[in-house]
């Protein structure tokens, strides 16, 4: 009883209606909703703060910035459904408004980060090299995918191409996507001159891969997530190209406060915690197989591997996931 009234005190108003409708698409910054609801910072500020309280929305600080999200679906299920099921037939205006606006966030997201890629494409591998060691990322991965063959391999935001030049030659076939054309250039150029030539090239976004699903056997995402406005969204994206038993590798930043690396660089996370991906990895039914930790550098490098059950309802044991 006390969590009816509880999430029903929330939701006893239309604003906070509205952000509990727009984090359902997407997590989202308390400035970015504050631009989207056409209301001050400090006011969608104390919304959030009633709805984290009622267990409907939960908020994660990365550097100056606090993202917005869902709370637990035990919590918020319940809430969503009867919202549902009172919907209207008629679309409300409210909705249609921030729908727009939504779009507009999302569309100034992704132009930033597009005019970064642009402006860096042929830095971009000695960008990378700045934080972390390379070399021994690439043995981790390497140890982390083992020696057996691979039939389809992809690449996700494959950027200049240095992963399928790495494990392409591993697979009888791979395939490489990144919103970049100017990126694509470079990998063409890259795996020309190194003679790969069972890896592909399509410019495609990452929320929306092209391949059908269950055609991936491995799934690579070598820091690229940071960049994404919806990691897990992409990570479930990256799940339904798999097929059973597939493999997913992950390799990105533990969460870190170089808050010039949002500004200067273009990163909208600000790394990752091991629950945030194992809770992303849960939701898009993979079982984590291992998880390392890469010290040195100026940033710590994690990797999370997952594997997509071969069957319905098959799980792999909680004793097959490792921590290095």
């Not at 309280?53 to 009867?82: I, N, Q, Y």
């Not at 990378?128 to 083992?146: F, I, K, N, Y």
């Not at 591993?170 to 054309?181: H, T």
């Not at 030539?197 to 976004?205: C, F, K, T, V």
Request: proline share 3%; net charge negative.
């Amino acid at each position: 009883m006390n969590t009816a009234l509880e999430s029903f005190r929330a939701l006893a108003d239309s604003t906070r209606l509205r952000i509990l409708a727009l984090l359902r698409l997407m997590e989202l910054s308390v400035g970015e909703l504050a631009q989207v609801l056409g209301q001050s910072q400090p006011r969608v500020s104390r919304h959030v703060k009633i709805l984290c309280d009622a267990g409907l929305a939960e908020r994660r600080k990365e550097g100056s910035w606090v993202f917005v999200a869902l709370g637990d679906a035990k919590r918020t299920g319940p809430v969503l459904a009867a919202i549902d099921a009172w919907r209207s037939e008629s679309e409300d205006h409210w909705a249609v408004a921030d729908s727009a606006r939504l779009a507009a966030v999302r569309a100034d997201r992704a132009a930033a980060a597009a005019e970064w890629f642009e402006a860096h494409a042929g830095e971009w591998d000695a960008i990378r090299s700045l934080h972390v060691a390379e070399e021994q990322v690439e043995a981790a991965m390497g140890d982390a995918l083992g020696d057996a063959g691979i039939a389809r391999l992809i690449d996700i935001g494959t950027g200049t191409g240095r992963m399928l030049e790495l494990f392409a030659p591993r697979a009888e076939s791979a395939l490489g996507i990144d919103r970049s054309s100017e990126m694509l250039r470079l990998a063409r150029a890259k795996l020309s001159e190194q003679g790969i030539g069972n890896a592909e090239l399509r410019q495609a976004d990452l929320y929306a891969l092209p391949m059908s699903d269950g055609e991936a056997d491995a799934a690579i995402l070598h820091h690229v997530l940071h960049f994404a406005q919806q990691p897990g969204a992409a990570i479930g994206e990256a799940a339904r190209v798999l097929s059973p038993s597939g493999r997913l590798l992950i390799v990105d930043f533990a969460p870190h406060d170089r808050e010039e690396l949002r500004t200067r660089e273009g990163h909208v996370r600000l790394g990752f915690s091991d629950d945030q991906m194992l809770g992303w990895f849960g939701k898009a039914g993979l079982a984590p197989v291992q998880t390392q930790t890469l010290e040195g550098g100026a940033l710590t490098v994690k990797l999370w591997l997952g594997r997509k059950a071969g069957q319905p309802g098959e799980q792999l044991p909680v004793g097959e996931v490792k921590a290095a």
